[in-house]
């Protein structure tokens, strides 16, 4: 009879150890502010370059979100410059053709990284005079992405009802700042009456540039560097709130597409109860396209002058 307890017993710790760990994984994974991170290859273009040499721009990315792009789920467009002087055309396009992974329990460290080049050579017959000139070339990237936050929360229809014995200790805990996408559920705040929780829902955008910012995935990605209106950007769709077997996503206010202003928006969201308190985790899905762009200003010195 005592091996019999013990072994139980054994089992018991195991299963809570191996639980505890699975969420600190998860919230170490599912962290950081980052999507697609992009910069300019070290003299890809150089700050300055002769107008008989061929200029070389190149982008290098890699997804250190916590969702996975799919192949052809990012595009990357090269702008700014005259295209009379530069590759002849207004703008470069170019899409991902490989999945890029984000990062996981089994990956922590995202996709490795993958390269949009573009070269041109530099045509100086409309400046015959001009010992040297600037051009701006600016990337931009835009490309699908999700946030998923799941923070546990505790639900009492009884919260104010001081004869009964069972007592939520906590409303919301583990949602943490950030979820591995540029895109957070900044805060959850939860209040209950006796029939309804009621869950106001923040969200944050965590572009770390003026112009990175996300918008509804229905306008996809295409010319996305000039196609989208005011009334299109700082907009994501709530796909998904959910607790214990019920999804509520339909009560959610004012409206499923939120507009972020100054980076941040919120909604509210309305979920029936009923019976003595319980612990759950609540699922939260935003999906969004997302666009963030670089620039980089080069000198051209004109040696056909």
Known sequence: MKRILLFLLLIFIVSCTGSGSSS????KWRSGSDGLKMSFVSDNPP??????????????????????????????YLTGYDKTILFGREVMAQKTGELLEGRSQYNSQGSQSSFAKW??????????????????LTVTSCYKYRTVATPEVCVDPDKYDSAVAGKCDFEVRNLGSTQGAPVSVSDVKLRTTSDTAYFEIHFQNSGKNKGDMPYLPSKGLDNCYTSL????????????????????????????QVRLINGKGFVSCERPISGSYF?????????????????????????NR
Do not use: H, W
């Open 24 to 27: 600190s994984s998860e919230q």
């Open 47 to 76: 700050s300055e370059v002769l107008s008989t040499q061929e200029i070389s721009v190149m982008a290098e990315f890699s997804n250190k979100g916590a969702e996975n792009i799919p192949p052809g789920g990012a595009i990357f």
């Open 119 to 136: 070269t041109t050579r530099v045509n100086t017959n409309q400046l015959p005079r001009i010992d040297s000139f600037k051009q701006d």
């Open 229 to 256: 209106g005011v009334q299109d950007i700082n907009m994501v769709q709530l796909s998904k709130v959910y607790l214990s077997g019920v999804d509520f996503t339909s009560s959610c206010k004012p409206s499923r």
């Open 279 to 303: 612990t759950g985790v609540l699922n939260i899905e935003l999906d969004y396209n997302y666009r963030q762009s670089m620039s980089k200003q080069i000198s051209i010195v004109n040696m």
